[in-house]
């Protein structure tokens, strides 16, 4: 428990320290109008209260990733606590804050066009496609997941297909409405429902005398039942995404960089929905730990089931909270994929359009971009879940690798402090380019040599970026075109 709790302090003393910190170096203007009111457009360019950003972002980046990849997380130790607290200060605070304030400053553009400015047109290009597809890899894992709960909710005849259907009709309106006639409005109502379900566990973990490992020199080491297989680094740094840093986040930003009224309020939206993600994964963490008697229990429960986080959660939060506590609880579950899925194609419609300049008022423009989207989303429904998750969580964290380079050239090239995005950019690339190379789905090459390589990848990255510094000190008024 001591561990827990002082986890949950220094997440909280990052956002009140840290976070204004890069707020400095940021710069901030609070007299500067922001997109929302410069580009009004009824649609996705709408002003709305800081608190109803807040929820809708949290709720955006609060996928399955903070309660699944969590729970799987926790299969590797008390590790797992270490890695949320210092990913959420130092990783994924900073990528959402930067890739955010990025979005305010580039009137709500989506995160591949701003990649573009900085990165050049070639890499643009490339992320155009590999965002798009990952956006609807994220859609249709948000599908399956939900679907798969609510069917364990409900009656039989009421069959996951059913589900998958439900999910993917509200994904449509989700995606084609604007953003204040349904996402504006059940957002905040779904925000509390989770953080019910947070709190509501935790409390009942605590009330029933479950014991938390405590994160000491001695356990800190691989609890997982495969370990070389699955060493911590870099496969954890993986597993856990969404509750330390995750390249989606950068795709949902912009969404709220077009509804935020203030630049001031960046820091609350961005940098402390992030914060409030990571004190929900280290809640999964810890009621993964605990539930089962402790990581070894747990890591047997997992291994009978497959993998299937899905079980262990409706398990828990029923016996945690009661069927009628737990029937809530699940539902808070459910609310956080359904909110990121629906999002992650509404992103998806917005780089399409921003690519290819097609005003988005018009609901005919939206549907010829939407329609085809739907369509790989389905088609993607229909493949196994297990295997789509794991590209995904590969894909993902390549994309938060690319946007902190991205923010680290931004800063670069405006003279401010860099360190604070180029440290993360680097320990990043070491674990998406030693992922790549170790993991079964990846080359499957030995752990040491995979691990070289990533260290090597990043040493050329940062030399790469070392010498363009230079250059472009030499000659500031030098762009990357």
């Known amino acids: 428990m001591i561990t827990f709790t002082l986890s949950i302090l220094v997440l909280l003393l990052g956002y009140f320290f840290y976070s204004r910190y890069l707020e400095k170096i940021a710069g901030i203007d609070p007299k500067r109008e922001t997109p929302a009111y410069k580009l009004t457009d009824g649609v996705d360019y709408v002003p709305m209260p800081w608190w109803r950003v807040f929820l809708i972002q949290f709720l955006n980046i609060a996928g399955l990733g903070p309660i699944f990849g969590a729970v799987a997380g ?6 797992a606590f270490l890695w949320i607290v210092l990913g959420s200060i130092f990783a994924g605070g900073v990528h959402d804050y930067f890739s955010g304030m990025l979005s305010i400053k580039h009137n709500g553009l989506s995160i591949t066009e701003i990649v573009g400015i900085y990165l050049g047109r070639n890499t643009k290009q490339i992320m155009r496609g590999f965002t798009v597809i990952l956006m609807i890899i994220v859609g249709a894992v948000f599908i399956m997941g939900p679907a798969k709960i609510l069917a364990s909710l409900t009656p039989d005849y009421l069959t996951m297909n059913f589900w998958v259907w439900v999910v993917f009709f509200y994904y449509v309106l989700a995606t084609l409405l604007p953003i204040d006639k349904i996402i504006g409005k059940i957002y905040p109502v779904f925000g509390f429902a989770l953080l019910f379900m947070a709190i ?10 479950y014991h938390i490992p405590e994160l000491t020199m001695s356990n800190l080491t691989n609890f997982h039942d495969q370990p070389e297989q699955f060493p911590i680094f ?4 993986i597993t856990i995404a969404c509750g330390a840093i995750s390249g989606f986040h950068a795709t949902q930003s912009p969404l709220m960089a077009r509804c935020i009224t203030n630049e001031k309020l960046g820091r609350r939206v961005f940098y402390g ?3 409030t993600e990571g004190i929900v994964a280290l809640i999964w963490a810890a009621i993964g730990m605990a539930f089962y008697g402790g990581v070894g229990q747990l890591n047997e429960v997992m291994l009978a089931e497959k993998g299937n986080a899905a079980f262990l959660v409706n398990e828990i939060s029923n016996s945690l909270l009661g069927r009628v506590g737990g029937a809530l ?3 808070g579950v459910v609310a956080a994929p359904i909110t990121s899925g629906d ?3 509404r992103s998806a419609r917005l780089i399409v359009a921003d690519f290819l300049n097609f005003k988005q008022g018009p609901i005919k423009n939206r549907l010829l971009i939407s329609i085809p989207l739907f369509m790989a989303g389905y088609v993607l429904t229909q493949v196994d879940f297990a295997i789509i998750w794991r590209y995904f969580a590969w894909s993902n964290q390549t994309l938060a690798a690319v946007v902190l380079w991205t923010i680290t050239v931004y800063l670069v090239r405006e003279h401010k402090t860099h360190f604070v995005t180029l440290l993360p950019a680097l320990f990043m690339t070491i674990v998406i380019t030693s992922y790549l190379f170790f993991a079964p789905e990846g080359f499957n090459l030995s752990y040491n040599i995979s691990l070289s390589i990533g260290f090597i990848v990043a040493i050329v990255a940062f030399t790469v970026f070392e010498l363009y510094r230079r250059k472009l000190r030499e000659q500031p008024d030098k762009l990357i075109s």
């Open 74 to 79: 926790a299969m590797w130790g008390p590790v």
């Open 343 to 345: 999002t992650a194609f």
């Open 200 to 209: 509501g566990l935790i409390t009942a973990l605590f009330v029933g005398g």
């Open 273 to 275: 929905a992030m914060i």
């Open 234 to 237: 870099p496969m954890m740094f």
């Open 329 to 331: 609880a699940l539902l």
